[in-house]
């Protein structure tokens, strides 16, 4: 049986931190940074808010933000 308690909040979600530029798709100055899990595993990415379009995508650590007891010693 797990210890942790049931979050309140009805949905989750990830801080977004904007980005300077511009969408190479459609043009919007509406870039974000954020991580996420998809095919391969975690990756830090920026993204167009407004039509999703990748800009950049980078491998994230293996566990994205899990930090493993006993690997920080």
């Not at 974000?32 to 990756?43: K, N, Q, T």
């Not at 491998?59 to 010693?73: E, M, N, R, Y």
Request: charged share 20%; hydrophobic share 35%.
């Amino acid at each position: 049986m797990h210890s942790f308690p049931r979050p309140q909040e009805r949905h989750l979600h990830v801080g977004r931190t904007p980005v300077d530029g511009a969408c190479p798709e459609c043009g919007a100055a509406e870039l974000a940074a954020y991580r996420v899990l998809s095919e391969g595993g975690w990756w830090d990415v920026v993204k167009c808010q407004r039509c999703l379009a990748s800009v950049r995508r980078d491998p994230a650590p293996p566990l994205g933000s899990l930090v493993p007891l006993g690997t920080t010693v």
